[in-house]
């Protein structure tokens, strides 16, 4: 394999893992991407290490796309928060099971005043 699997970075300093992700999975899409090119010579390797690069920063973003997606939903659904609870009571069950027959005792004009 190629020298570069050795070193974490050869772009001219530049890493781009922050300090809070995994190395260890940046190392591993690296060498996966390595693996597959098998890049010869320094412009080949760092032509397959900024490949690496974007394909990790699609990968943040689609977390953080993912994160900004989940708070959304949380806020969006904040004034019905109970109501949700009890939908959702799956989630845990001994806990939602009062709050579920609350719900479905519950009249129109309750639901109205809430």
């Given at each position: ?17 922050l300090p809070w ?52 939903h949380e806020d ?18 001994d806990k939602q ?18």
């Amino acid at each position: 394999m190629s020298k570069s699997q050795d070193i974490p970075h050869l772009n001219y300093g530049y890493y781009p893992v922050l300090p809070w992700e995994n190395a260890e999975e940046y190392a591993a899409l690296l060498a996966s991407v390595i693996a597959e090119y098998n890049p010869n010579g320094p412009t080949e390797e760092h032509l397959v290490e900024e490949l690496a690069g974007i394909l990790w920063r699609k990968y943040r973003l689609r977390l953080a796309d993912a994160a900004a997606h989940q708070r959304g939903h949380e806020d969006a659904t904040e004034p019905y928060r109970g109501t949700v609870d009890a939908a959702l009571v799956h989630r845990d069950v001994d806990k939602q099971l009062e709050r579920v027959v609350d719900a479905v005792r519950t009249t129109q004009v309750q639901t109205e005043e809430e």
